[in-house]
C-alpha cells in the first residue's frame, strides 16, 4: 500500500517548487527583455499552456504505468531540466535579443525554450498523485479534491517564500539549482534506485551551476524586492567608467576618475531648472537609480533642498556602496513608490524632476497617466517646472507611446516644451526632455546665457501627434506601446 502521506509530501513540494520557478522566472528574463507585463503575460501564458498538455499527458501515462518510480522519474528529469535550463540561459537569452522581432515575440520565444520543458514535466505530478491515491471510484472526487488542494497550498506557501524570502536572500541562480536539489531529494524520497541511475549526469549539472554561481565574473548581480541589477564596468568615451543596469536598461553611469561629474548628456537638462524658475528653493526627484543627478545637485546647488523619491531602498544602498553617493544635510530620501508619496505629501516644489520612465523595455504604467501627473501639478508651486526624461521615438520605436505621454501631459499643464537631449537618436530611439509649466506666463528665450543655449537649442516642434492618446489610470496600456 503506497502512503498517502508520501503522495501528499510530493504534491506539496512540487506545488510549491513550480510557483517558486515560475516567479524567479521574470527575473532570468529581466535582465535582457525587462520586467514589464509583457513579459509576466509571456511567462504565465506559456507555463500554464504546457502545464496544460502535461496534465493531459500525463493522465495518460499515469493510467498506463501507475507506479512510484515513474513518479520519481518524472521529478529527476523535471530537476535535470532546470538545471540545464539554468546553464544555458544566458546564451540563450542574448541570442533571442539579437532578433528583429518584437518583444512581445521575443518574450513568448524565450519562455517557451525556458520553462516549457520544466513546467510540463512538473504537471504530471498531479494526475499520478491521484492514480496513485485512488482507493476506489466511490472517493475519487475526494482523493482529486485533497490532492490539488495539497498542491495549491504548496503552491501559495511557494509564493509568500519567493516574494517575501527567497528573492531577497538569494541569487537567481543559486534559488534554480536548489529547486533541483528539492526535486532530486523528493525523487529519492519515492525511489532512490531511480535517482541513482540518473546521480552521475544530475551531479555534473548541479557542479556546473554551482561553479558559475560563485565563480568570479566581471559583474556583480543583485536581486532585490523590486529589480534585477547588474553592476560592471567599462570604457565610456575612452574612460573607465562603471554602470548600473536595471532588468535590462543601462539606467545610470558614472566615471571612476570624477564620481560627480555628469556621464550622460540627458540629465544636464535638469538644470533648466534655473532657466524656467528662477526663484526655485527647492526640489523633488522621482527615481534614483544610480543617483548620478542628486550627487551633482548637491555639487552644485549645496543650499537648495533636494527629495528624493526611490521606490527600492537597496538601490539607495548600491548607490551609495559602488557610486560615491553620500546625501548632505539637505537632502532627503523618500523609499516609497511615487503615487504613494504623491497622495501623501504636504510638501509644496519649486521643482519636479521625474526620471522614472527611462527604460525602453518597461515602464511602471500606473506613473504616466492624466491621474499622475494631476498630482504632480498639486505639490507644485504656481511659478514651478516640472522636467521629465522620455524614452523612445516620435517617429520609430515607441512612438505611440512618446506620442500619448506628452498628450497626456498637455491635459494637464498650461506650457510644454520638447527637446531632444541627444540630439539623434541611437538604435531607434533617445531621449527627449519635457518641461511642462503650471504658469501661463510668457517665457522669453533670447538673453539666456551660454550655458542654457547649449539646452535651448535642442528644443523641438513635436508636430501633431495623431497616433496618441491620453492615458488614465484606467486605460494606460504603456508597456504594450514600447514592445511594438
Known sequence: MISKFIIYLTVFI??????????????????YLGSSSVVWTSIIGVILGFMSLGYWIGGKLADKHPKLNRLALILVFAAISI?????????????????????IAKSLLSSVILFSIPSFLMAFITPFAIRLS????KSSGETAGTIYAVSTIGSILGTFFSGFIFIAFFGTNQILWMLSIVLFLLAANLAFPV???HLFLGLILLFGNIYFSVKSQNYIDFDTDYSRIFITENKYNERDARFIAIDGYINSGMYLDKPNELIYKYTEFYDLVGFFSVHWKNAVMFGGAGYSYPKHF????????LDIVEIDPSLTAIAKEYFHFEPNPSTRIFHQDARYFLSNTTNKYDAVMYDVLTSNLTVPFHLTTQETFKSISNIMTTDGVLIMNLVGNLNGKGAKFIQSEIKT????????FIFNA???????ITNYIIVALKTNKPITFPNSGYYYENFLNTLINPGVLNDGFVFTDDYAPANYLISK
Open 195 to 197: 535517482v541513482k541511475k
Open 409 to 416: 501631459i498637455q491635459q494637464v499643464f498650461s506650457k510644454i
Open 14 to 31: 512540487s506545488g510549491f517548487v513550480l510557483m517558486v520557478f515560475e516567479i524567479v522566472g521574470s527575473r532570468v528574463l529581466a535582465p
Open 422 to 428: 541627444l540630439g539623434k537618436d541611437y538604435k531607434g
Open 298 to 305: 548637491q555639487n552644485k546647488y549645496p543650499n537648495k533642498q
Open 134 to 137: 485512488m482507493d476506489g471510484v
Open 83 to 103: 538545471l540545464a535550463i539554468n546553464l544555458g540561459k544566458d546564451f540563450i537569452l542574448y541570442t533571442v535579443t539579437k532578433f528583429s522581432i518584437s518583444l
